[in-house]
């Protein structure tokens, strides 16, 4: 499995930016899929996250401006991020779950549920 992000950029605080991650796998649409983030020395942290049947997870300080998206029909999740912060500024990485029984014993939000993790788009959010 090989999950390819892309969508990342410079922008201004205020802006928009969609990120995209294709996952190579045909069963893509049973897994459940998630967005991370770190930031220059910080450890990488959970941002979003959908499940298999489209219910959606996210981080306090994301709410109300990501939207986190899946097309199964083109193996794609995306992550809309609407008026960015000069703290969102980042590398960005998708990442697959191993499997729901797994998520659900860790956690959506825990590194140790993703098994396959995409090379990470940078977002750098000026101020």
């Known amino acids: 499995v090989q999950l390819q992000a892309s969508g990342g950029g410079l922008v201004q605080a205020g802006d928009s930016l969609r990120l995209s991650c294709r996952a190579s796998a045909r069963t893509f649409s049973n897994y459940h899929m998630a967005w991370f983030r770190q930031a220059p020395g910080e450890e990488r942290e959970f941002v979003a996250s959908i499940r298999s049947d489209g219910i959606t997870d996210y981080t306090n300080s994301v709410k109300g401006r990501f939207t986190i998206s899946r097309d199964s029909l083109r193996n794609t999740v995306y992550l809309q991020m609407n008026n960015l912060k000069s703290e969102d500024t980042a590398v960005y990485y998708c990442?697959?779950?191993?499997?729901?029984?797994?998520?659900?014993?860790?956690?959506?939000?825990?590194?140790?549920?993703?098994?396959?993790w995409g090379q990470g788009t940078q977002v750098t959010v000026s101020s």
């Open positions: 990442a697959r779950a191993a499997s729901w029984k797994l998520v659900e014993a860790v956690g959506v939000w825990s590194e140790s549920a993703y098994d396959y």
